[in-house]
């Protein structure tokens, strides 16, 4: 899939992406899913995987910059 980053936390260290057909929900992803480790800035197009995490939410991982 593809989409742009659209919230990080730095701090935290976890953000969410906005998939092409998200349909207004955004999918969550953590640094350690990012290919590479630095994490890409706000409003940059990525591609990524969807899965669904222990917890039963979707999250993004195998996240890196187009």
């Known amino acids: 899939m593809q989409g742009i980053v659209v919230r990080y936390n730095a701090e935290r260290g976890f953000g969410f992406l ?3 057909s998200s ?3 955004d999918t969550f ?3 350690t899913a990012v290919v590479g ?3 890409p800035p706000i ?3 990525v591609e ?3 899965e ?3 917890d039963g939410r979707l999250r993004a991982v195998n996240v890196r910059p187009l």
């Open 18 to 20: 906005r998939g092409e």
């Open 23 to 25: 349909r207004g929900a």
């Open 29 to 31: 992803f953590h640094k």
């Open 37 to 39: 480790g630095v994490v």
């Open 43 to 45: 409003d940059l197009m």
């Open 48 to 50: 990524y995987v969807e």
């Open 52 to 54: 669904i995490g222990r």
